[in-house]
């Protein structure tokens, strides 16, 4: 029944740009804290940003600050990331990910609901 789906990813060259998507059904979209992680390969999975469950706060890892941005529309039960002037180490698979208590969080086991990931490739 929950389902959680991301797209918008793809391949782009440094300094470029990609849209996120991240698209929510089966919960109560609104009381969720909905965060992006990243994960490349032989790497630990990474918090890359996070937005409270009303829009209000958001949160980014200070590698991405500047450069990318959260928002959400609860009407749309959707969070999306915008990612610009894009850099070769960003390339990952994106997850969206979903939180039900006590505000955002880095830590992966904090979240409730997954997405299955959407590709990122930053390359020349």
């Known amino acids: 029944q929950v389902q959680i789906v991301e797209s918008g990813g793809g391949l782009m060259q440094p300094g470029g740009s990609l849209r996120l998507s991240c698209a929510a059904s089966?919960?109560?979209?609104?009381?969720?804290?909905i965060a992006w992680f990243r994960q490349a390969p032989g790497k630990e999975r990474e918090g890359v940003s996070c937005?409270?469950?009303?829009?209000?706060?958001?949160y980014y890892t200070d590698s991405v600050k500047g450069r990318f941005t959260i928002s959400r529309d609860n009407a749309k039960n959707t969070v999306y990331l915008q990612m610009n002037s894009l850099k070769p180490e960003d390339t990952a698979v994106y997850y969206c990910?979903?939180?039900?208590?006590?505000?955002?969080?880095?830590?992966?086991?904090?979240?409730?609901?997954w997405g299955q990931g959407t590709q990122v490739t930053v390359s020349s």
């Open positions: 089966g919960f109560t979209f609104y009381y969720y804290n």
């Open positions: 937005i409270s469950s009303g829009g209000s706060i958001t």
């Open positions: 990910a979903a939180k039900s208590t006590y505000g955002c969080s880095r830590r992966v086991n904090d979240y409730n609901y």
